[in-house]
């Protein structure tokens, strides 16, 4: 069975094939934020350190989240990321704030 590291947080967890890093940290306290958990926020971008070639294609959402430039830098959203094999990520707060300062806009422009 595939393991995630939780860098950041300091845990691994052992899951089956095709868990999903967003419902996996939230069942064993990994600890990446989140808000929405549906892929229109960006809360939950993580850095894949490892085992990238271990995860999920890349889905439309993550795309118009985080753009092709932080895909390419080996960001995704963990509620659109699903495992295959071992995978450890990663997570910062000065990216989130930022991605949650662009969310807030969006969200602003579109509720206008």
Do not use: Y
Not at 40 to 46: E, N, R, S
Not at 75 to 88: E, I, K, N, P, Y
């Amino acid at each position: 069975m595939p393991i995630i590291t939780f860098q950041t947080s300091g845990k691994s967890i052992e899951v089956p094939q095709d868990a999903n890093l967003l419902r996996t940290s939230i069942r064993h306290e990994g600890s990446v934020p989140f808000k929405c958990g549906g892929g229109l926020c960006g809360t939950c971008k993580v850095r894949i350190v490892d085992g990238n070639g271990n995860l999920s294609r890349i889905m439309k959402k993550e795309v118009d989240r985080l753009g092709q430039e932080k895909l390419d830098q080996g960001f995704r959203l963990a509620c659109q990321t699903f495992v295959t094999g071992d995978v450890t990520i990663a997570w910062g707060e000065q990216d989130i704030e930022r991605l949650n300062k662009i969310a807030q806009r969006r969200i602003n422009a579109a509720s206008q």
